[in-house]
């Protein structure tokens, strides 16, 4: 572990640049769609965001680009919470289809302030996309939407490829880490209501850097594998600004492989993206499920060839 202000060299990173990176942001702006690339200003987005010329990905940010919650990790503004974009659903879809992405992660913001916690406009996202291209594959990151089952079920129901819920960090930390309205427990149950319901794929992520222990990561991991878990990413958290919880340490590079490891060899999660960039919708853990899903590979086979595409 390394303490202190300054950043180490393996956290910095080229800014995102480039006329196919350009290309996206300007018709993204063309039909006023959120990125969570963009909101949460991700390092990797230069990376990702490579569509007909690669494994292209963006993480679209549903409901508005203005969170019911007010997380302290978190850059999306908070509060001042405007009415659902009827016309969302349909042009996030289009937006796709005119980028050529083979691979999408839908988002969005805490929408506490709606009745279904906006599940139902972000279950019709999901099928726009899906009725244009059913090949495109679908990963969703979905709020907690407060432990509704019927809200968690109306995201089931309208068939992704992936459902992943963030816990964010170990439960000691929760708070002051997420808003006081996220709970671990409720979390763990979001993922495990998925697990129970249907045949998805799960996924969830953790930063470390947050003042966490090792035997507190361990538990969360075994936590997380009793809810049928799929896919679990490690990142570095970084502070968005002065107003943000402050980094406790940067982890070494050496540690993310370990916990990576631990929970493939451990803990048998099919897949553990892990390294200090790292986040929670990156190109390393869609080239596997990409490998699983559309190409039908092993567990095994899909982890080596996610790794062999990804230079890890």
């Not at 995201?155 to 671990?184: K, S």
Request: hydrophobic content about 35%; proline content about 5%; overall charge negative.
């Amino acid at each position: 572990m390394q303490r202190g202000r300054r950043k180490p060299d393996w956290l910095k990173s080229r800014p995102p640049s480039g006329s196919r990176f350009t290309e996206i942001k300007e018709r993204l702006r063309e039909r006023d769609l959120h990125t969570v690339c963009e909101e949460a200003n991700c390092p990797n987005m230069g990376e990702c965001w490579s569509g007909r010329d690669g494994p292209g990905t963006a993480t679209f940010m549903l409901m508005g680009d203005r969170c019911s919650r007010g997380c302290n990790f978190c850059d999306v503004a908070t509060g001042g919470m405007e009415p659902l974009d009827p016309d969302e659903p349909a042009n996030v879809a289009e937006a796709v289809t005119e980028i050529g992405l083979d691979y999408v992660v839908l988002t969005s913001v805490d929408r506490d302030d709606l009745a279904d916690g906006g599940s139902a406009h972000f279950a019709e996202t999901i099928r726009e996309i899906k009725r244009r291209d059913p090949a495109v594959l679908v990963e969703t990151l979905i709020p907690d939407f407060q432990g509704d089952p019927d809200a968690i079920d109306r995201i089931v129901e309208a068939g992704p490829d992936v459902i992943a819920h963030n816990v964010e960090t170990v439960e000691r930390l929760q708070w002051p880490v997420r808003d006081r309205r996220a709970d671990y427990e409720q979390s763990l149950a979001v993922l495990d209501r998925v697990d129970r319901e249907s045949d998805i794929h799960t996924k969830t992520s953790l930063m470390l850097g947050v003042g966490e222990y090792d035997h507190e990561v361990y538990r969360t991991l075994g936590d997380l594998s009793e809810v049928g878990v799929d896919v679990v990413t490690f990142g570095q958290y970084l502070r968005p600004s002065r107003s943000h919880l402050d980094v406790f340490d940067y982890v070494h590079p050496d540690a993310f492989e370990t916990w990576r490891a631990v929970a493939e060899e451990e803990f048998d999660f099919l897949y553990c993206a892990s390294g200090p960039m790292v986040r929670s919708s990156y190109k390393a853990g869609e080239l596997f499920v990409e490998a699983l899903l559309r190409e039908g590979r092993s567990p095994e086979d899909a982890r080596r060839h996610a790794r062999a595409a990804g230079g890890d």
